[in-house]
């Protein structure tokens, strides 16, 4: 008789092993959403206040805030949830990554709810990611939440101490090069920079090019020639004719971002994300400038959007449809941004003090919404991160003169080229 | 007493009770670890992305393999990193194993420093390792300094991110240890006291004693070993360098987990894993009849 309690005890633990995960049953009437983001604390904080205000107005739906830690992690999350049939009923996803879901056709397309909605409108909102968020080139797939954009930061202190003029408007790559050069000595850099395609493309843009041969059905990189590849040998120039920035064994020693923290660098090329950040510089004064432009060329920098998507088929999507009208609408926004992470894309925000912000740095955060207006968007086609990333790669080692100049501009299209058709 | 014990024995071995008890065990097995291989093997002939209904694209996919540079990249880091570090890993473990079995007091403290790095999370020894080879502020550099010897920024170059690596899954190799170290102990003492009367010395003990005894057990570790590191340096290389620079890191396993979670080729992916399979099950064939070989010449 002694050998049946083990047994038992085992069957027992393997029988709540094998058991319904989650937590009590939803009551009757009550709908469940999950929500599911990456972001940095601040960022989540501003979410879950915002969910939390969605649920006083909705008792009928409880939200569940999943945050992730990188952009990485979130495919994985998306790819593996998809997968096992129970994805999030809404998740927020950059622009260049939501390419290969919407190939799939799991997105349900946003276009006819916000056609319906009481709240929202399309002219609500900035054009730029509302474009980039239309799929098919017609209906929106995605709500872009915020129209982030590469721009220059820039310690103003040590601008001023080596007497160099302060970055404006319209500013050229000329004096972008002279105030990096002047920055540059006794234990600063005047740039710091990650080496990647989307810190490139305005360069390219600025200066007439382009990144692909073709912005919907791309098929190769185009930035071996013309004015893509001036724009190009300028970028690589930075570190590898003038020295403008720290060179491979600096930065793979502490990263520019800390670097321009602790007052090495005298300007930094980032998205929004940074804020939240350097608002813990105590050291000195920082503020943002647009990216230089071109010599006779125009004004370019790269959207940073992401956009709240519904997954297709969990008979949820109306319900999560609510969500996304609240979060977009004019006190959803303004709840987000003051995380200070967000550019909002609604347009009333972005022009709002409560994302300007007037007594936090950036003092110059109207750039952001000015950028607004001029922010180009990569391909975004379901091969696009494949792409990208091998051209990092590339990009990285040209730089940082790891490989000749002339046999990773041929490697950029050529190693390239078979990933934008490639299968899987 | 002797009654007890008896009837305890006869419940044991009742075929009833073995097999309820087998059970979880199998179970587990057969859905963790046989419906998922099986499932993938399907897929791998597939152009599956997840989710929806995949469709049957014969050979496709592993066609595709040989015309794909990542891939034929992330199979040269994997064999690299296999002929590489098994060998370290197992002079490292075996060297220590015997060096620590005397059962000495001042042993017991080198025995816990040999097996720490195994029970320290892979996410904590990378970052620990992101330090040690820091090219400006790390030790290794600074010893390398000091020394007059070149200071290489190891995650700049292909070689110095895989040495990176390797240096860093030197380190846990605990469990090989301690098999190897309580294997030298069932040694039996009266053949070193034998040796030691007619004259032998240390390096001869280990040589013609030591070693040759400890062959079969040594053969098995290098085989769990190689099988191991084809799958074990996933996370050190996604954490430490994500597959760079020129994918010189970009081991299977990482190129796996790419394709089928960042990519979405989930058939692709598992293609990759079959042939990920028949690649292991290769290097361990070559091992065990190299070592059936050497144990019939030595018979």
Known sequence: MRRWPIATVLVALLLAACGSPGGAPASGAQTDLQLLLFGGPDEVAGYQAMTAEFEGANPDVRVTVTPVANQDDLLAKLATSFAAGSPPEVFLINFRKYGQFAAQGVLRP???????????????????????????????????????????????????????????????????????????????????????????????????????????????????????????????????????????????????????????????????????????????????????????????????????????????????????????????????????????????????????????????????????????????????????????????????????????????VSDTAPLFGSGG | MSTKSTAHRTAWSRPSTAWLLIVPFLAGMAFLLFVPAAANLGYAFTDHVGFGRPAFIGLGNFRRLWSDPFFLASLRASLAFVLIAVPLRLLAASGLGIALAR???????????????????????????????????????????????????????????????????????????????????????????????DGASSWQMLTKITLPSLAPLLLLLAVRDTILSLQVNFVPAYLLTDGKPANATLFVPVYIYDQAFEFLGFGYGAAITVLLLAVTTSLVTVQLVLGWRWYRRRA
């Open chain 1, 110 to 412: 946003v276009q006819d709810y916000l056609d319906a909605s009481d709240v929202l409108s399309e002219d609500d909102f900035v054009s730029a990611p509302l474009e980039t968020f239309r799929f098919d080139g017609e209906r929106l797939t995605c709500q872009p939440q915020n129209v982030s954009s590469l721009v220059v930061y820039y310690n103003f202190d040590l601008f001023e101490e080596r007497d160099v003029p302060l970055p404006d408007d319209g500013w050229t790559w000329d004096a972008f090069l002279a105030a990096a050069t002047a920055l540059t000595g006794d234990g600063t850099y005047g740039l710091g920079t990650e080496p990647l395609l989307i810190r490139l493309a305005p360069f390219v843009w600025s200066n007439g090019g382009e990144v692909t041969d073709d912005q919907v059905a791309p098929g190769t990189l185009t930035l071996d020639e013309g004015p893509a590849r001036e724009a190009l040998d300028f970028f690589l120039d930075l570190s590898l004719e003038h020295g403008v920035v720290p060179p491979d064994v600096e930065e793979q020693s502490e990263n520019a971002e800390a670097r321009f923290m602790r007052g090495g660098l005298g300007m930094y090329l980032n998205s929004r994300k940074s804020v939240p950040n350097l608002r813990g510089i105590e050291g000195f004064r920082w503020d943002v400038a647009p990216l230089p432009v071109a010599p006779g060329g125009t004004p370019a920098t790269i959207l940073h959007s992401d956009a709240y998507c519904i997954s297709e088929g969990t008979g949820k999507e109306d319900t999560a449809w609510r969500l996304i009208e609240f979060a977009m609408s004019t006190h959803g926004q303004e709840l987000l941004a003051e995380s200070g992470r967000t550019v909002p894309s609604r347009v009333d925000v972005l022009a709002s003090d409560v994302f300007l912000e007037p007594d936090l740095p950036p003092a110059s955060a109207f750039v952001f919404a000015d950028n607004a207006q001029i922010a180009r968007a990569t391909p975004h086609t379901s091969k696009w991160l494949q792409v990208e990333n091998a051209a990092d790669d590339i990009l990285e080692a040209m730089f940082y003169g790891r490989i000749d100049r002339e046999e990773g501009m041929r490697r950029l």
């Open chain 2, 103 to 197: 059962p000495v007091r001042s042993n017991r403290w080198r025995r816990i420093l040999v097996y720490l790095p195994t029970v320290m999370p892979e996410i904590t020894l990378s970052l620990v390792f992101l330090w040690l080879f820091n090219p400006l502020y790390g030790p290794i550099n600074g010893l390398l300094g000091a020394l007059g010897l070149p200071e290489p920024v190891w995650f700049a170059s292909g070689w110095g991110a895989r040495w990176a690596i390797i240096v860093m899954m030197v380190f846990p190799i605990g469990e090989a240890f301690l098999v190897v170290m309580a294997a030298r102990r069932d040694l039996p003492g009266e053949l070193y006291e034998a040796a030691s009367v």
